[in-house]
Every structure is written in C-alpha cells, then in structure tokens.
C-alpha cells in the first residue's frame, strides 16, 4: 500500500476521528484500483450486491502471495475463524454454532440473558456516584459486552483482565496497517488465548455446564471449537463497545436528539439504527478476493485480486440514504450495513442489540450529562473496528 493513496489516507490515524471526507471522495469512483492492486468499492448498491456474491471469497489463503491476511496470523496453528471461510465449510460452521446461540434449536437463550445483562447495567452505573467524571469505554462500555460474551460461552467472568490483552491484540490483526510487529502480537495473544481455551474446553467436555462451549464440545473438533470461541470472545465484544460509544459520543454531540430521547425512551430502537449506519463499529471488510473476473459499476474486479468493502462509505451512499451526512433517528426505511450482510452478516448482531437496547436508554435516564472532555476523543489504532479508546465526561449526578 502506498503513502498518498486513498487506502493509505483511510489507516492513517491522523484520520481516525473523522474519515468521512475520504468516504465523499472515495464514493466519486464506485470501484477504485489502488497501485496495489486492490480494489476499494464504496457504494451502497455495488457493496451489498458484492457481498451477496459468491464469486467473492472471505477465505484468506485466497490471497495473492505477499498480501496481508487480516484476521489470520500466521502460524497460529488453529483452522480459520468461520467468518474466514466460504461455503460449504462456512454453512456447516455458522449452521453448528448457531444451535445453542439462537432460533430455531434455542429461541431463548439469547433472552434469558436479560435479566443478568440488566443487572450488570445497574451495577455499573451504580458506581457513578460521587463521580464528577467518568470513562465511558472503562466504565461501562467496555465490561458490559464482556460480561455478556463471558456468559454466552460459560468462560469464568473473573478471567476478563487476560481477555483484555488478548482481544486488542487478536482485534489489531484486523487492521490492514497492523504490519509484522501487529501479526507477532496477535499471534502470541492468540496461541495464550488458545492455550487457556484449549484447557478450557477439555474441562467442559468433562464436566459440561452453561454456555456455548459445553453445548458444542460433543458436536465440533477442538480445534473448530477453539478457533470459534477465539473469534466469538474478541468479535463478540469489541463490535459492541464500539457501538455502545459511538452512540453515547454521537447524542452527546446532538444534544436537542439527546433531550428528545430522555423525554421519549422509545425513540432508542431508530436512534440505536441510525448510529449503526452514521457511525458503524466495522467500517469495512478488507480480507475478501475476488475468485473471478467480476463486473462491478463499469469496472472489471480481476481474478485473484483482493477487495475491500468500505461498509461505512456506503452507509452514506447519498444514492441510498437522503442527507447522508446527518444523524436522523427519524430516516425511513434504514436498511444499512451497520451488521454487513449475506451469508457474513454479523453471527452476534441479535446479542449486540439486546446490549445496547439495555444499555443506551439506561445510560441516558440515569446519567446527567454535563459534557464531552475531549472531542473528538482518542481513538483506537484499529481502522476497521473504529471507535474511541476512551470517551471522557464530565457528569453532574445519578439518579435511582
């Protein structure tokens, strides 16, 4: 990748608060060839029927030789994450995990979670009190998705502060600049990670109790199973906090939408929709290869050639979304690709919902806001899974 191109400019930190412009300039060419050889598509229509399409591939070992993997560090020794896998191996994959995750096999296992997950909330906000400032990612939008992705595979709660490590050096691998210093981490956190969950799970095989990795022991191999509870455990959280902050971030910034929400909790299912499209946790896939020749706006895509999909340009795609650059919980028909999709859309997208559905009123009935303290906030490094590291406020109370 070369310094100056757009693809360059998007990595660039300097960027990460505000990439949008880059997306208004990307979007004047539908499908743009980098000098690398990769292919940048960044609007609404081309980027849904793209991901749609099974001539391109999320399989990594798919990739010209010399070209990134992201997501895969080598060597790590474990079969793919399903979301780096084609079909047939990804439908069987998906179709397994999904039997104790949700419908049909288990239509209430994501929702007997409530209670606990509302708890957590409580908890949280609880220790507010007597605070005049708080962390937003440290203090409640980061422990509350790992609460609840802890619970989902039945990994002890108390093992959190390794998972913290391991998970932003396993989400960095994602990110196209990660270089070899990125993929030696990740792979170090991954084969610890691994190592923990390989022990793990043999205590599950033995002595089976709640959670996904006691009800998938008898049906996946080891090393399935390990490569999936690795990509459930950072996925299943980082998407969230994101998501959780860029919300809080984004009212606080519209700050006569925040005073409409306090009055009209109702209003949280279209303002939780419309952060998903104007301020999405993944703002794009950069690890799918085009497995033929592919026609896409006027322009052939190559054989072989890798693909990002730039899912947060689209989401602003003006040919889709009226005024694109404006946080509107009122825009109808929001189809966005908030959660991706195709046959890849997010497998924990129903989890994310109930959490931020728990979460976001909560926060803003509970909590009197005074103001940011940094804005924009310190980001994350990570491009693809973008949001800020840290959301600082200053608070004035707590209520019951």
């Excluded at 990769?38 to 399409?53: C, G, H, P």
């Amino acid at each position: 990748m070369t310094s100056g191109t757009i693809s360059a400019q998007i990595i660039d930190y300097d960027n990460r608060a505000d990439p949008y412009p880059l997306y208004v300039e990307l979007r004047k060419q539908p499908v743009r060839r980098e000098e690398d050889g990769t292919y940048l598509v960044s609007t609404y229509y081309e980027v849904r029927s793209l991901a749609n399409d099974p001539r391109l591939s999320n399989d990594t070992s798919n990739r010209p030789p010399g070209y990134a993997r992201p997501g895969q560090p080598v060597a790590s020794g474990l079969p793919p994450s399903f979301i780096f896998t084609d079909p047939p191996v990804h439908d069987r994959l998906r179709d397994t995990i999904n039997r104790p995750f949700g419908p049909p096999h288990s239509p209430r296992f994501l929702d007997g979670l409530r209670g606990e997950l509302a708890k957590t909330v409580t908890e949280l906000l609880d220790a507010f009190e007597g605070k005049d400032q708080v962390d937003i990612v440290e203090d409640f939008s980061y422990p509350l998705p790992v609460t609840a992705i802890c619970k989902v595979l039945g990994v002890p709660r108390e093992d959190e502060p390794r998972f913290h490590v391991w998970a932003d050096a396993l989400a960095s691998s994602l990110d196209p600049q990660a270089g070899e210093d990125g993929q030696e981490k990740a792979l170090r956190a991954r084969q610890d990670l691994g190592a923990y969950l390989t022990d793990l799970i043999e205590t599950k095989r033995r002595h089976p109790g709640p959670g996904m990795l006691s009800a998938l022991a008898p049906d996946m191999t080891p090393a399935d199973l390990e490569a999936t509870a690795v990509l459930l455990l950072v996925a299943g959280h980082e998407t969230t906090v994101n998501a959780i902050t860029n919300t809080t971030l984004t009212l606080l910034r519209h700050p006569d939408l925040l005073d409409r929400f306090q009055k009209d909790p109702d209003l949280a299912v279209p303002i939780i929709e419309e952060v998903l499209r104007y301020e999405p946790p993944v703002q794009f896939v950069p690890w799918t290869t085009a497995l033929a020749d592919i026609d896409v706006a006027g322009t052939t895509i190559p054989k072989g050639s890798p693909v990002w999909l730039m899912l947060a340009a689209a989401n602003r795609d003006p040919r889709r979304f009226e005024d694109p650059d404006r946080f509107d919980p009122d825009r109808k028909d929001n189809e966005h690709l908030g959660f991706y999709t195709g046959i890849h859309y997010c497998f924990g997208a129903p989890l994310a919902r109930i959490e931020l559905h728990l979460a976001v009123p909560e926060l803003f009935r509970r909590v009197k806001f005074s103001r940011l303290l940094e804005d924009p906030p310190p980001y994350r490094a990570n491009a693809v899974l973008r949001g800020p590291r840290h959301l600082p406020v200053a608070i004035e109370g707590l209520t019951a």
